[in-house]
Each structure stands twice: as structure tokens, then as C-alpha cells.
Nanobody, 118 residues
Framework: VQLQASGGGLVQAGGSLRLSCAAS????????MGWYRQGTGKQRELVAV???????NYADSVKGRFTISRDYAKNTAWLQMNSLKPEDTAIYYC?????????????WGQGTQVTVSS
């Protein structure tokens, strides 16, 4: 499975960006797909994920501003980011975790830079 992410860029505070991630190849039906981010000098952290049973989980810092959506048939996810803040500046990584009850797999995309200027 390969993950192709796109949509990062430079935006002013208060602006919006939309990230997309497409997974090529087959993923198990039990899966979680979403986004993590890593700022300079910081640990990688969860931003938003959505499971195969439609459950979503957001970091407290992005609740109400970011929305994750998925097209399950196309193994694609989007992250709509509104009201961006300078502290949202980071490299954003797409991630898929899946399992079939026997094997657990964890895939990462190449990362896309999001920079929010004040």
C-alpha cells in the first residue's frame, strides 16, 4: 500500500487548506485512516482519524476547525482545515492502520508541509 498526500502550502492565519490522501493497493476492511503532524522540534501527534466504522477522533487543538472525510470505495481521505493558526504549522502525514485479525499493518505517506503565517 502506498499513500500519496497533497494539498499543503502556505496560508495566512485564519485561512483554509484542504489536504488529500489516496491509498493505492488493497487495505483490510478493518482500518483507520487519517492525519498526523510534526512541528519543528516536536513529536508527531494525531490530528484527525476516521475508522472503517465511521468513528472520528480529533486532537483537542483542532476540534471545531478541522474536518476529516473519507471515500471508502476509493480509499481516499481529506482533511479540511479552517481557521488555521500559526501553531498548525507542521509537516502533515497521512496514515493508514489496518488489520485482518492476524496481521496489523501501519503505512505512512511522504508528508506535506503546511505553513501558517501570522
Amino acid at each position: 500500500v502506498q499513500l500519496q498526500a497533497s494539498g499543503g502550502g502556505l496560508v495566512q492565519a485564519g485561512g483554509s487548506l484542504r489536504l488529500s490522501c489516496a491509498a493505492s493497493g488493497s487495505i483490510f476492511s478493518t482500518n483507520v485512516m487519517g492525519w498526523y503532524r510534526q512541528g519543528t522540534g516536536k513529536q508527531r501527534e494525531l490530528v484527525a482519524v476516521k475508522t472503517s466504522d465511521y468513528t472520528t477522533n480529533y486532537a483537542d487543538s483542532v476540534k471545531g476547525r478541522f474536518t476529516i472525510s473519507r471515500d471508502y470505495a476509493k480509499n481516499t481521505a481529506w482533511l479540511q482545515m479552517n481557521s488555521l493558526k500559526p501553531e498548525d504549522t507542521a509537516i502533515y502525514y497521512c496514515n493508514v492502520k489496518d488489520n485482518n485479525g492476524r496481521y496489523f499493518r501501519d503505512y505512512w505517506g511522504q508528508g506535506t508541509q503546511v505553513t501558517v503565517s501570522s
